[in-house]
T-cell receptor
Framework: RKEVEQDPGPFNVPEGATVAFNCTYS??????FFWYRQDCRKEPKLLMS???SGNEDGRFTAQLNRASQYISLLIRDSKLSDSATYLC??????????FGKGTRLHILP | SAVISQKPSRDICQRGTSLTIQCQVD?????MFWYRQQPGQSLTLIAT?????????ESGFVIDKFPISRPNLTFSTLTVSNMSPEDSSIYLC???????????????FGEGSRLTVL
């Protein structure tokens, strides 16, 4: 089993729709969690951290369920500029940061 | 934030040759990380480069294939040795973000070095 698993993509979603990504992790000792965004032929950049209480940043909401070892990202009112690959990232706590394979999102006009 | 410069940004190499990738950070950092991202795949950690000690390699990666130098707290190199087409990939240098001396958990990346081996 991979340490970090994400929904297979690509997601093709009409502009304005809501889209949700899911991610599971296998190491229960993992300490911190993130969603990164990677545009085509670019380096990954942090989108948002994920906190146990859940957190929101504009149209983006991240949730963490430690009991189920599950992380989610919700994007509301999607824009064309949201098209990218979204990477679920887990810090195992031993200075090892593990990246999921990523989910590609295409927002359709 | 950290600003990371990598070079070369891309290169096309012949099988059997070696290429050294350079990574320069705009601040002093204890650890620098080298990742590989193969086509259509996510990032895989190759090794952690520590200043003043040997690099720590992840399972599946060895020093003979990927020698790393870390001469000071702002610079590191990764060499891809005896290249084969399977080494065609993007190689990314990365550092932890810090705030007030503490890690934020965020990783900052260089723009990557896109390597094509013929």
């Amino acid at each position: 089993r991979k340490e970090v698993e994400q929904d297979p993509g690509p997601f093709n979603v009409p502009e304005g729709a809501t889209v949700a990504f899911n991610c599971t992790y296998s190491n229960s000792a993992s300490q911190s969690f993130f969603w990164y965004r990677q545009d085509c032929r670019k380096e990954p950049k942090l989108l948002m951290s994920v906190y146990s209480s859940g957190n929101e940043d504009g149209r983006f909401t991240a949730q963490l369920n430690r009991a189920s070892q599950y992380i989610s990202l919700l994007i509301r009112d999607s824009k064309l500029s949201d098209s990218a690959t979204y990477l679920c990232v887990v810090n195992r706590g031993d200075d090892k940061i593990i990246f999921g394979k990523g989910t590609r999102l295409h927002i359709l006009p | 934030s950290a600003v990371i410069s990598q070079k070369p940004s891309r290169d096309i190499c012949q099988r059997g040759t070696s290429l050294t990738i350079q990574c320069q950070v705009d601040s002093q950092v204890t650890m620098m990380f080298w990742y590989r991202q193969q086509p259509g795949q996510s990032l895989t950690l190759i090794a952690t480069a520590n200043q003043g000690s040997e690099a720590t390699y992840e399972s599946g990666f060895v020093i003979d294939k990927f020698p790393i130098s870390r001469p000071n707290l702002t610079f590191s190199t990764l060499t891809v040795s005896n290249m084969s087409p399977e080494d065609s990939s993007i190689y990314l240098c990365s550092v932890h973000g810090t705030s007030g001396g503490a890690r934020t958990g965020e990783l900052f990346f260089g723009e990557g070095s896109r390597l094509t081996v013929l």
